[in-house]
């Protein structure tokens, strides 16, 4: 009896500890509840779920920055100028982007993101770097739409400083684009035309951008800087500024559907050995086939990416009744699919190795069951039995990500006469409208977030 | 129950008490009660001391300039601005560096060399100009400014960063430009740049 009760126990022993090691619900289910509000077109009830895994009282108030709180604060912060509350949306993902550091992409660092991504959701959140560079873009449009043009060109050298970090180890992304296009717009209405230039030279490498046209025949002034440029110009001879013509110009960005998010998805074994069959180690295989075979190991579980929200929308834009054209800035769910491809079998066999570890963790329970009373067959193999499967099924894979980014980002630039103007937006069920009065050679910035 | 095992009951309700006491998690401090913490950088960010630093070492600049020497052998007190500081570093520090010309008017003031134009007025005075105008403090609009102030000297500057990043180690230098302009002429009477890194290393 003793020697049942010594087994139990080192059998529980183990299942506790294992269950600390695996540790609560994913990112995943801490998000649910302010995703579904999104879906329903309900950003405040969203923000509310937020401060409450936040455990903070209202949108006013900053989480401690511990844990996962930095990561629910890039949700907030989005949530938050979707409601154009953009103070406090500036505010939020200042915040954030001070507590998340960035996942190093080096070639040398794919083995340690893989382990990483799979299995230290209990470590801070690192970033991955489209994430980290759309946190400076999106507070950009938070500065811009404060008219806080001093605010804006400090996002602007933060975001400069991470795509340098980024070129520095040959990565690059179609995001800066977009970052680098509002940066310019930030200092040419600062009056820095030089640095105007450099930005929108940079945002060209990574996109046509049409309506850059007329603003770069202003800045350049028939001279050209680079081959981006005066291929966009085409020939186009200069145009009087704003301030000449006593114009204003107005620039509309429209973020609309949320882009693929991660949840834990379990893949049978044979099928992630199919699937990592120029990858894995001949002593894993081996060792996973002989797992298989036992029929003690048929699941494998690793973050997946679920489908995007609204990649087909089409925004529109009218002012004062005619509809204005818009453009593809950003297209986030590919660049959002096209890093994780990159990590994706890493990851898999990090899961796949960890379930092995697991089993035969499992399998060590039996034996010593088995050590202790040779009449405890069934018995051990049930402990056995229970702790591999608890440990597989109590496996958490890392779905932590920046939850409520927008699948799309759409652009619009247009000079329009000084005075009052009407302007509709609407994407996803989601309108937005304002009223604004521009002074001659002034601007005005409209963002919109349709997170549905 | 033998007195081995009430022991080790006493001593494991000791410790579920004693859990939620120790898990109370940070509190707030006086600069006064814990040594050194002025002191300690927090951050690879420009603090208050940082920024006092730079400041000091720029008006003591301006206090050895001639400009200065000439203000006071001939002690005709005139009259000076003070501006903003540009923020052109990767910090929010906007707000930092206005509460930082209350104490460059303080150190002008003391001085005795020049007749200091009440920063309070005059931000009031730029607001009122700029609501006019539909916006907020505009660098451009200085030689304006100047002409309503009747100011004959107007002192301003900027804060910039270099900023490097390597795997997991940040380095960011931080410099204060400071200059002396004559409103008639905008020449240049003095300048000087003070600096100092700030880094993040890994052990």
Known sequence: MGRWLHALSTATTALFLSLGQAGCAGHESRVQNALAALNEGKPAQAAAHLNEEMKVGSNDELPQLTGDNPLLLLDRGNILLAMDRNKLSARDLGAADKSIDMLDMSRTAVDEIGKYIFSD??????????EKLLINTINLMNY?????????????????????????????????????????????????????????????RYAQYPSLRDPLRTLVRDEPKSPGIKALIGGAGPLPSVAETGEAELLVVVGFGRSPRKVPNRIPIGLALTILANDISPADRAQANALAAKGLVTWVNYPTLTAARGSYTIPTFSLDGAPVR???????EAEVRKAWRKVEGTVILSALTRTITRVVAGEVVQG??????????????????????????????????????????????????????????????VTKRARLNLRPGGWAFVPMMALR | MPTSNRSFAALIAASLLALPVAGCGPSYVRGSEVEGLDDAAMSTGIDRRDMEQLLHENLKSLMSSPVARQWAADGSRPTLAIYPLANETSEHIDSQLMALLSDVETFMVNSQLVTVVSVERQMQMIAEIEKQHGGGFDRNNIAEYNRQLGSRYYLTGKVFTADERAAGERRVQYFMFMQLIEVATSAVLWQNKA?????LIQN
């Open chain 2, 195 to 199: 600096a100092f890194t700030k880094a």
């Open chain 1, 368 to 429: 010593v069951t088995q050590a202790v009373d040779k009449d405890s067959g069934p018995l051990g193999l049930l402990l056995g039995l229970l702790t591999s499967a608890t440990l597989t099924v109590a496996d958490t894979p890392d779905t932590r990500a920046w939850s409520t980014l927008p699948a799309q980002i759409a652009i619009s630039r247009i000079r329009v006469p000084a005075g009052q103007h009407e302007l509709v937006l609407s994407a996803r069920n």
């Open chain 1, 326 to 332: 818009m453009e593809q800035a950003i297209d986030i």
């Open chain 1, 144 to 204: 811009l739409a404060l008219g806080d043009l001093s605010g804006a060109k400090v996002e602007a050298r933060r975001l400069a400083i991470m795509q340098k970090y980024l070129r520095d180890h040959e990565e690059t992304t179609a995001l800066i684009g977009l970052g680098s296009y509002l940066a310019g717009f930030a200092f040419e209405k600062s009056g820095g035309a030089s640095e105007a230039l450099l930005y929108y030279d940079d945002a060209l």
């Open chain 1, 121 to 130: 959701d209990s470590g801070p959140y690192r970033a991955p770097p489209h």
